[in-house]
């Protein structure tokens, strides 16, 4: 059974570009959430996706956004990147009664 | 009230020894309480997880002690390995399926050989 599938593994972007990462869940699993992961504040729940609604979001600003498509696919996007958007951003998929599978992460540097 | 804070931040210590890393909550709600493991250049990754209505789970050399009246609970290696060596979340949720997990800070363990 194929894990969780982050795209792209890496990314430099500049200040105020905006930027789209992409997440595969494990096939079955219809919940999708995303984390950011810093040294400084650690694991961080950014929003939650199940059939195709945000049914959880987390204490970030509105540059913050996602979506999620029929087939469990979703995608993170971040506008107007600032230099402390630097972060492992993390993707998990969940069962309805399963804990959360990671995926390894989009790594992703503002300069 | 929706923090986890675990300890310690960093720990070492020598194979085959027992390591102990500690977490408190402060919401009651939560009725999920994982452990995950990380390693460099991976995700988390779920090691063992417990409901409040036990007060030990065991899988393995890995254990989880849960003491809801202190609202506490620790993860225990025992036998510790040096392909132990990662770090390691603790997390609380209301709900063990896609709910939102409150992390604590993570703990960076090394085993010594």
């Known amino acids: 059974k194929a894990g969780v599938t982050q795209t792209p593994r890496y990314l430099i972007k500049t200040r105020g570009q905006q930027v789209t990462l992409s997440c595969s869940p494990i096939s079955g699993h219809r919940s999708v959430s995303w984390y950011q992961q810093t040294p400084g504040q650690g694991l961080q729940f950014l929003f939650e996706y199940f059939s195709e609604t945000q049914r959880n979001k987390g204490n970030f600003p509105g540059r913050f956004s996602g979506r999620q498509f029929s087939n469990s696919r979703s995608e993170m996007n971040v506008s107007t990147l600032e230099l402390g958007d630097s972060a492992l951003y993390l993707c998990?998929?969940?069962?309805?009664?399963?804990?959360?599978?990671f995926g390894s992460g989009t790594r992703l540097t503002v300069v | 009230q929706q923090q986890v804070k675990q300890s310690p931040q960093s720990l070492i210590v020598q194979k085959g020894g027992i390591s102990i890393i500690n977490c408190a909550y402060e919401n009651t709600a939560f009725d999920y309480f994982p452990w995950y493991q990380q390693f460099p250049g991976k995700g988390p990754a779920l090691l063992i997880a417990i409901r409040p209505d036990v007060s030990e789970k065991k899988e393995g050399r890995f254990t989880i002690s849960f003491n809801k009246s202190a609202k506490q609970f620790s993860l225990h290696i025992m036998d510790s390995q040096p392909g132990d060596s990662a770090t390691y979340f603790c997390a609380a949720s209301k709900g063990q399926g896609a709910q939102k997990l409150v992390f604590g800070q993570g703990t960076r363990l090394t085993i010594n050989p």
């Open positions: 998990a998929s969940s069962s309805s009664v399963g804990g959360y599978t």
